[in-house]
Structure formats: structure tokens, C-alpha cells
């Protein structure tokens, strides 16, 4: 139950009758609440940021991250911003979540417990799809959610340590420099500044990255500036030059070549 909550700006409910589930779009410039989390939860952000501590510690979940939350963990949550931060929770019942784990092979214990960027698409029009049926929204997105941890937990099985707990934290260092990475795309950074950002020597985190993603992370970064491209020139309002730039190349003529390569 909810100990203390403080609210500024507006939240709109959507509930799923079959699941048990609910989804709630925030639009809040000020927000506080303290409870024990009864069902498991998702908190993503689209626009600002959002502060949490769960059973002690502390979260920053930035706008396109979303964090997990397990039933049972105390949670506290804060937002404080001169602006609108926008958000969506989506709550949803363990058996829910369970069955998809069965199905998947997911394990439930190496859910990870800190902010990550999605890599599945549920989220993108997600207001339409809840609006028209919450419970199939619902059940969409657990099933998506489970298909994404399980690649994860395969993918953490790949890093190089003993111990399952130090796993999980050299995957939380590697996703703070990957969305670094995502967040500095018109940049031109360094190994060296990439590792950094996870507190690792540029040897361990080239390595760890490489272990989990299965690619390096300076041809992640390229993949990404390409996506990026691809994205801007779809809009069909920018010279290629102005396109370079904001992918973070000098050089045109090295850039359409990479570009043309990713094309292909």
C-alpha cells in the first residue's frame, strides 16, 4: 500500500479486465509516492527524467529507458522538473509474466534490476493499442518483454566471471556506456570516453561489450549513427552533408561510403 503520495499534472488509467493488468500515461512536474510493490511493473519514460530507489537504492531512468520493478520490493519514486516529464507504468500480474517465462526459458531470478533501453518495438504506438484493448496490449507486451530478458540472460551467460551477481553488474556498466553511446550519436567518441562512462579499462569493457552484444562497441556506435542516417534521410528535408554532421562525420565522402555499406 501507498504510504505518502504527492502529485502535480495528470495520470490517466487504462485497466485490463482479463490480465488483472493497468497502464498509466503520466504527465507530471512533480510527483512522490512510497509503497511495496504488489505485481510486477515496468517504468519507462518518454520525455525527462525520472528518479527511484528500490529497496535502498538509487535509479536514474532517462527519457527511452525503462526500469523493472518485482513484486515484494519497496519502492520510492520522485519526479522534480521545471518542464513536463512524461512516462508510462505498466503494471502486470506474476502468473502473467511466468508463463511467458516457461515458454521462453526465461529465468525469472536474473531479471535485471536497473535502467535499460528496449530493443523490441511494443512501446512505440503503445497509447493507440492501450486506448483500443488494454488486455491484449498487456499480453503483447509481457510476451515481448520475456522475448527480450531471455536473449538477454543468453547473452549474459557469454560474459566472463564466475559469479552470476558480478554478470549482472558488468551488464548494468556496459548498458550505462551503450546508451552513452545512443545518447552522442552526432559525436565522434573514443573508446577510451565510451569506457569510461562504465568505469572500465577500455580492454575489460571492449571485451565485456563485445561478450554480451556479440559485436564491438565502435561497430555498434556505426551501426547506430547509420540507423540514425537512414532515419533523417527518410525525411527527405536534409542535405547528405547536414546528415554527416549530425551523425557526428567530417568527412562526406566517408560517410556516404559507410552509409552505402550499411545500405547493402
Known amino acids: 500500500m501507498s504510504e505518502d503520495i504527492i502529485q502535480k499534472g495528470d495520470i490517466r488509467n487504462f485497466y485490463g479486465k482479463k490480465t488483472g493488468g493497468k497502464v498509466n500515461y503520466s504527465s507530471l512536474t512533480h510527483y512522490y509516492s512510497k509503497n511495496i510493490a504488489d505485481s510486477y511493473s515496468i517504468k519507462y519514460v518518454l520525455k525527462g527524467n525520472e528518479e527511484y530507489i528500490i529497496d535502498g537504492k538509487k535509479h536514474k531512468v532517462r527519457k527511452k529507458q525503462f526500469l523493472l520493478v518485482k513484486p515484494g520490493q519497496e519502492v520510492e519514486t520522485f519526479i522534480e522538473d521545471k518542464g513536463v516529464v512524461e512516462g508510462m507504468c505498466i503494471y502486470f500480474p506474476s502468473d502473467l509474466l511466468e508463463k511467458e517465462a516457461l515458454k521462453y526459458n526465461l529465468d525469472l531470478y536474473l531479471l ?33 518483454l520475456a522475448q527480450f530478458m531471455a536473449k538477454n540472460n543468453c547473452s549474459l551467460k557469454a560474459i566472463n ?22 545518447e552522442n550519436l552526432d559525436k565522434n567518441l573514443l573508446l577510451d570516453n565510451i569506457a569510461s562512462q562504465a568505469c572500465m579499462s577500455a580492454y575489460h569493457f571492449q571485451r565485456t561489450f563485445k561478450a554480451f552484444n556479440a559485436i564491438s562497441p565502435s561497430a555498434y556506435f556505426l551501426r547506430q549513427k547509420m540507423k540514425k542516417a537512414k532515419s533523417l534521410q527518410s525525411e527527405e528535408k ?20 559507410c552509409l552505402k555499406k550499411y545500405n547493402n
Open 112 to 144: 535485471p534490476e536497473f535502467p535499460l533501453l528496449p530493443a523490441y518495438s511494443l512501446l512505440n504506438d503503445s497509447l493507440e493499442k492501450t486506448i483500443v484493448d488494454p488486455d491484449m496490449f498487456l499480453e503483447r507486451f509481457v510476451e515481448g
Open 238 to 257: 536534409f542535405k547528405l552533408k547536414d546528415i554527416a554532421h549530425q551523425c557526428g562525420f567530417d568527412d562526406v565522402k566517408y560517410f556516404r561510403k
Open 161 to 182: 566471471a564466475e559469479k552470476t551477481t558480478t554478470k549482472l553488474d558488468l551488464w548494468e556498466k556496459i548498458e550505462k556506456a551503450r546508451y552513452y553511446m545512443i
